[in-house]
T-cell receptor, first 113, second 114 residues
Framework: GESVGLHLPTLSVQEGDNSIINCAYS??????FIWYKQESGKGPQFIID?????DKRQGQRVTVLLNKTVKHLSLQIAATQPGDSAVYFC????????????FGSGTRLLVRP | DAGVIQSPRHEVTEMGQEVTLRCKPI?????LFWYRQTMMRGLELLIY????????DSGMPEDRFSAKMPNASFSTLKIQPSEPRDSAVYFC????????????FGPGTRLTVT
């Protein structure tokens, strides 16, 4: 697999710093959101999810924040490591009975040593 | 668990040829999704199956594309005839009903049509 390439927005951070990746969604009916990480040559990998009845959820070194008022989602990565370098996608469900996910265009995270 | 398995990993073919991509979902997962990823369009859902039945194929580009799921452990995506604009990475993903919306992706098949 390969992530979307050269035209992605890119976030460059120093190793050890915190990273914040943002995502805007458009469907007010969406009630479930996921962050995926895609490393070069691989398929997207689940990181963390959040339901619309929550505004924050924490995992290991990652936190997802949801602001339904402005339809905004963010992924915070604490103490960013070189292994975090990848493309990050947010995805939302359709808010209906289907199991479809709609993926954002992605953000490339580069971690400087 | 072996994860979602896709084959081949890379496929290079000439325009007009038939291409068949294969996917084995994670055992116990009963929803299967086919996606296409390109630089221009990002990650697009082509079709998804639930319990081997196609539920939504609205993302399939045109009649040249077809997908089947003859049983719970195997699915194919076929392109006939292939065109250069079909060049992309094709992903298969699966999920288990009742476990939120999380989908597990395979490693993808990189298709190049010359």
């Amino acid at each position: 697999g390969e992530s979307v390439g050269l035209h992605l927005p890119t976030l460059s951070v120093q190793e050890g710093d915190n990273s914040i990746i943002n995502c805007a969604y458009s469907n007010s009916a969406s009630d479930y959101f996921i962050w995926y990480k895609q490393e070069s040559g691989k398929g997207p990998q689940f990181i963390i999810d959040i339901r619309s009845n929550m505004d924050k959820r924490q995992g290991q070194r990652v936190t997802v924040l949801l602001n339904k008022t402005v339809k905004h989602l963010s992924l915070q990565i604490a103490a960013t490591q070189p292994g975090d370098s990848a493309v990050y996608f947010c995805a939302e469900n359709m808010g209906d009975s289907s199991y479809k996910l709609i993926f954002g265009s992605g953000t490339r995270l580069l971690v400087r040593p | 668990d072996a994860g979602v398995i896709q084959s081949p990993r890379h496929e290079v073919t000439e325009m007009g040829q038939e291409v068949t991509l294969r996917c084995k979902p994670i055992s116990g997962h009963n929803s299967l999704f086919w996606y296409r990823q390109t630089m221009m369009r990002g990650l697009e859902l082509l079709i998804y199956f639930n319990n081997n039945v196609p539920i939504d194929d609205s993302g399939m580009p045109e009649d040249r594309f077809s997908a089947k799921m003859p049983n719970a452990s195997f699915s194919t995506l076929k392109i006939q005839p292939s065109e250069p604009r079909d060049s992309a990475v094709y992903f298969c993903a699966s999920r288990r009903t009742g476990v939120a919306y999380e989908q597990y992706f395979g490693p993808g098949t990189r298709l190049t049509v010359t």
